[in-house]
């Protein structure tokens, strides 16, 4: 049996990335945006089929969260 692959980010991580808006929602004014937060949460989905749609939310030094797929992410220097 194929070993799953884990997701490359644990809560607590610092990560870079660009926030998901999902296009089937109607939010034409929201757009992406760069952001460099705290991992607060690893979403389901991550374990090989739809990695490729799996969902992180991080916390900014704000307070607010955002959303990102964790293909759009990378560990902060």
Avoid: H
Wanted: charged share 25%; glycine share 10%; proline share 4%.
């Amino acid at each position: 049996m194929a070993r799953a692959r884990r997701c490359p980010y644990t809560v607590g991580d610092t990560v870079t990335g660009i926030t998901y808006v999902d296009p089937a929602a109607d939010r034409t004014r929201e757009a992406t945006q760069e952001f460099t937060g705290t991992v607060v949460q690893v979403g389901s989905g991550w374990a090989g089929i739809d990695a490729d749609r799996a969902f992180l939310w991080a916390r900014l030094d704000n307070g607010r969260e955002v959303q990102a797929l964790i293909k759009d992410c990378q560990k902060a220097p």
